[in-house]
């Protein structure tokens, strides 16, 4: 019998590539979405009638974080994963037959900034400011759906290196020179970024912030293997188990890219520059040192462990373009 798998959210480069990838393998990919094309948000018997029966629910659905952090924008972020999580919570509920499995995006954003320690899923520390607050709401709404026969997942995912991603602004930067490491300093205190949560306060020196990452194929050979395992449930770790320093990264990135040297862009370059693209600076100077805990003991093999093969990967792929 084909699988029947559902994806909401599939607009993103992570959404497109499991579609993709869930159609190679026979699937009955549906898709949900504000325009469809099978269900639309706020159709929720649409919805339902694409869950009932069907094999897993992906939830990808929400706004991009890479933007500027002003009331508008906030206030959607938190929209937009909310009420889609709660919609999907009511479609299951009206199913007679419901996906045995529900993977709901989540965010290694919600720890703490560390630097002394890796965060798992057991000793890990939630972090605080918006982008936490963010993520806590996010998995409290999927905690708080009643679906006994399914079964959920919240896939903290890390920093996702594909085509696509994150990735493509940090390779253009180093094929202008300008590819050295982000380094964090002191910046000027507002009341108004301080309230919000938004304020990025200064930690690391000389780009020592953890950098967490996941190669795009391990999102989907994470899937997989979720399906397999009924044991895992809550929250799940997507994070490479090698993760490197923001130096790290970007020397790394300029050997892949064969671009010698990198001048590096201290904060206030980042603040404007930030500011210019519509970005936050917190996307690249927090730390983020995450681990897979559930999925390594589980007996989960990553495809790409190590950085440096997973960027050759991905900017051999594009050169082949």
Same mark, same amino acid.
Request: one cysteine or more; proline letters at 6%.
């Given at each position: 019998?084909?699988?029947?798998?559902?994806?909401? /959210?599939?607009? *993103?480069?992570?959404?497109?590539?499991?579609?993709?990838?869930?159609?190679?393998? =026979?699937?009955?990919?549906?898709?949900?979405?504000?325009?469809?094309?099978?269900?639309?948000?706020?159709?929720? $018997?649409?919805?339902?009638?694409?869950?009932?029966?069907?094999?897993?629910?992906?939830?990808?659905? *929400?706004k991009s974080v890479n933007c500027r952090y002003?009331?508008?924008?906030?206030?959607?972020?938190?929209?937009?994963?909310?009420?889609?999580?709660?919609?999907?919570?009511?479609?299951?509920?009206?199913? $007679?037959?419901?996906?045995?499995?529900?993977?709901?995006?989540?965010?290694? &954003?919600?720890?703490?900034?560390?630097?002394?320690?890796?965060?798992?899923?057991?000793?890990?520390?939630?972090?605080? =400011?918006?982008?936490? =607050?963010?993520?806590?709401?996010?998995?409290?709404?999927?905690? $708080?759906?009643?679906?006994?026969r399914t079964r959920k997942v919240a896939l903290?995912?890390?920093?996702?290196? =594909?085509? /696509?991603?994150?990735?493509?602004?940090?390779?253009?930067?180093?094929?202008? /020179?300008?590819?050295?490491?982000?380094?964090?300093?002191?910046?000027?205190? &507002?009341?108004?970024?301080?309230?919000?949560?938004?304020?990025?306060?200064?930690?690391?020196? *000389?780009?020592?912030?953890?950098?967490? #990452?996941?190669?795009?194929?391990?999102?989907?050979?994470?899937?997989?293997?979720?399906?397999?395992?009924?044991?895992?449930?809550?929250?799940?770790?997507?994070?490479?188990?090698?993760?490197?320093?923001?130096?790290?990264?970007?020397? &790394?990135? %300029?050997?892949?890219?064969?671009?010698?040297?990198?001048?590096?862009?201290?904060?206030?370059?980042?603040?404007? *520059?930030?500011?210019?693209? %519509?970005?936050?600076?917190?996307?690249?100077?927090?730390?983020? #040192?995450?681990?897979?805990?559930?999925?390594?003991?589980?007996?989960?093999?990553?495809?790409?462990?190590?950085?440096?093969?997973?960027?050759?990967?991905?900017?051999?792929? %594009?050169?082949?373009?």
């Open positions: 019998m084909t699988d029947r798998i559902v994806i909401a /959210g599939a607009s *993103g480069f992570i959404g497109q590539y499991l579609a993709a990838a869930f159609r190679a393998d =026979g699937a009955d990919v549906k898709l949900i979405g504000r325009g469809g094309p099978d269900a639309a948000w706020g159709d929720t $018997a649409a919805i339902t009638g694409l869950l009932d029966g069907a094999d897993l629910l992906i939830n990808m659905a *929400g002003n009331d508008r924008n906030r206030a959607e972020i938190m929209r937009s994963r909310i009420d889609t999580t709660r919609e999907l919570a009511a479609a299951i509920a009206a199913c $007679a037959t419901p996906p045995p499995l529900w993977i709901n995006s989540s965010t290694a &954003t919600i720890y703490r900034h560390a630097e002394d320690r890796a965060m798992t899923e057991s000793t890990g520390e939630i972090g605080t =400011g918006f982008s936490v =607050g963010i993520a806590t709401a996010w998995e409290r709404e999927l905690a $708080a759906a009643d679906t006994p903290r995912m890390a920093i996702v290196l =594909g085509d /696509g991603s994150a990735l493509l602004p940090l390779i253009r930067l180093a094929q202008f /020179g300008l590819g050295g490491p982000q380094l964090d300093g002191p910046w000027f205190r &507002t009341r108004a970024r301080i309230a919000a949560g938004t304020f990025h306060e200064f930690r690391a020196r *000389g780009g020592r912030q953890r950098f967490s #990452w996941i190669h795009l194929a391990d999102v989907l050979g994470i899937i997989r293997f979720l399906r397999a395992h009924d044991e895992l449930s809550g929250p799940v770790n997507a994070s490479a188990p090698h993760p490197v320093d923001n130096v790290t990264l970007m020397r &790394t990135l %300029r050997g892949v890219l064969r671009v010698p040297f990198g001048m590096p862009a201290p904060r206030p370059v980042l603040e404007l *520059g930030t500011a210019l693209i %519509r970005s936050e600076t917190e996307l690249v100077l927090k730390s983020r #040192w995450v681990e897979p805990e559930k999925l390594l003991a589980a007996g989960y093999r990553f495809q790409y462990p190590d950085l440096e093969p997973a960027l050759e990967e991905i900017v051999s792929s %594009r050169n082949k373009r």
